[in-house]
């Protein structure tokens, strides 16, 4: 698996920026640290793997904030969420882009998005609302992997699966992304 990369796309942890559909359920200070805290344990969890290089794609592109590791930081920039993906995943040969708001996922996640990549051009791990957590791509990638995708809906996913016709796709496990408090209520209940 040398060579490949995995980037986690972060917004910057400061208050009132970040999981604002949350922090109407919760308040922004319990939405700030639920954040902190999620994006802290991803990146214990995967960074110190050997098995890939792990890289932040951060938004606002110079936001001074207090990242919970050291490592590489690359700008999104503009565009939809489509474009800032196609941007970070472009330059390499078999990339993963992941969210940093989705509890569980582990090494043996990424392990088997670049896995999966073995048999199939892309990997999706889907999310319960229709969207994705992760998307993984090799080398064979049509042009505009994202393009026309309705971006959170219930049909994100579909739609860019729709752009990979005729090209191999996996499917990881589903997972649920913590958007709102009935998403962090659900995500708490089935930890018990």
Do not use: C
Not at 48 to 63: E, F, Y
Not at 89 to 101: E, F, I, K, M, N
Not at 146 to 171: I, K, P, Q, Y
């Amino acid at each position: 698996m040398k060579g490949d990369t995995v980037i986690v796309f972060a917004r910057a942890p400061r208050l009132g920026a970040v999981k604002r559909r949350l922090a109407r359920g919760i308040g922004a200070m319990a939405a700030l640290r639920f954040y902190r805290g999620q994006l802290a344990a991803l990146l214990a969890e995967i960074a110190p793997d050997r098995r890939w290089r792990t890289v932040l794609s951060v938004t606002p592109d110079r936001a001074p904030s207090r990242w919970p590791r050291r490592l590489p930081r690359l700008p999104q920039g503009h565009g939809d969420l489509g474009t800032r993906m196609d941007r970070a995943l472009r330059p390499h040969r078999r990339a993963l882009v992941v969210g940093s708001d989705i509890p569980g996922v582990g090494r043996a996640d990424i392990a088997a998005a670049f896995r999966a990549l073995g048999r199939a051009d892309a990997a999706f791990g889907p999310s319960e609302d229709g969207g994705y957590w992760l998307v993984a791509l090799g080398p064979r990638r049509p042009p505009k992997p994202f393009a026309d995708v309705r971006w959170s809906t219930e049909h994100a996913l579909m739609d860019t699966v729709a752009n990979f016709h005729g090209r191999r796709v996996a499917l990881l496990r589903t997972l649920r992304d913590v958007d709102t408090a009935a998403d962090l209520a659900a995500v708490r209940e089935a930890r018990r």
